[in-house]
């Protein structure tokens, strides 16, 4: 079981920047640990995804160039850098984790989920 854990959430101004953390257990059991993010009534979206290996990171299209993300072998912990927020970036945004991901940008990928940190960008 690998337990997965974020941190980092909270409220910013629009323009404003917020840097989540994600601890994952047992990373080495993992493949690609990922970002997603959800409003209510909505479907959970991918935002960012980065593998193991070092390959080309993951990002959806409505963050690209705003949001980065990097990881930390030694620390089990990948990052998410959010630049220039907008108030539709609001959202409970979730880290995830999975052993056998090949398409990144899907839930159903992920075998490990943490609790949910809640992201709050006001206009």
């Known amino acids: 079981l690998v337990e997965v854990e974020e941190s980092g959430g909270g409220s910013v101004e629009a323009g404003g920047s917020l840097r989540l953390s994600c601890v994952a257990s047992?990373?080495?059991?993992?493949?690609?640990m990922g970002w997603f993010r959800q409003t209510p009534g909505k479907a959970r979206e991918a935002v960012a995804a980065i593998f193991t290996d070092g390959g080309r990171p993951y990002f959806s299209d409505s963050v690209k160039g705003r949001f980065t993300i990097s990881r930390d072998n030694a620390k089990n912990t990948i990052y998410l850098q959010m630049d220039s927020l907008k108030p539709e970036d609001s959202a409970i945004y979730y880290c995830?984790?999975?052993?056998?991901?090949?398409?990144?940008?899907?839930?159903?990928?992920?075998?490990?989920w943490g609790q949910g940190t809640q992201v709050t960008v006001t206009s």
């Open positions: 047992k990373s080495y059991r993992t493949n690609c």
């Open positions: 995830a984790a999975g052993q056998y991901v090949a398409v990144p940008e899907l839930a159903s990928e992920y075998s490990y």
